[in-house]
């Protein structure tokens, strides 16, 4: 990262979540570790999601995800970042996630899950030292 430029993280709940309070605890405490965050609400697409990571110009998607739907949701938004030439994002998800499936999504591009309990600041270090200079 240049020197003075703030990371910018897009938190994001794709699919038909309806509960956000970690995502929305995860965009203030991101906030309060120095970083420009961006919340996109509930209930995002996959499309909408990437559409406003582009416009955003942002460096990190943080996808949260209750509903069991992330083998298909967190792969979606990376192919379409992919199709839009933005793979330079980083993308990192969170939510409910079973452990069995947390190598298929690493494996389609997902950089890191962070279960429920993690501290801010354990995603806020791994977001800065992983985040590709730009």
Request: charged share 30%; net charge positive.
């Amino acid at each position: 990262m240049n020197e003075g430029k703030r990371i910018r993280v897009l938190i994001a709940k794709p699919g038909l979540d309806g509960h956000d309070r970690g995502a929305k605890v995860l965009a203030l405490g991101l906030r309060d570790e120095g970083m420009e965050t961006i919340y996109t609400g509930l209930r995002q697409t996959p499309e909408k999601i990437v559409q406003s990571a582009i416009q955003e110009d942002v460096d990190v998607v943080g996808l949260s995800c209750l509903s069991g739907a992330h083998k298909y949701l967190f792969p979606r938004v990376i192919e379409l970042l992919k199709e839009k030439k933005a793979k330079d994002v980083l993308v990192i998800g969170g939510g409910i996630i079973s452990p069995e499936d947390i190598p298929f999504l690493k494996e389609k591009g997902v950089s890191e899950i962070f279960g429920p309990g993690t501290s801010i600041k354990e995603i806020a270090e791994y977001i800065r030292q992983n985040v590709k200079a730009r």
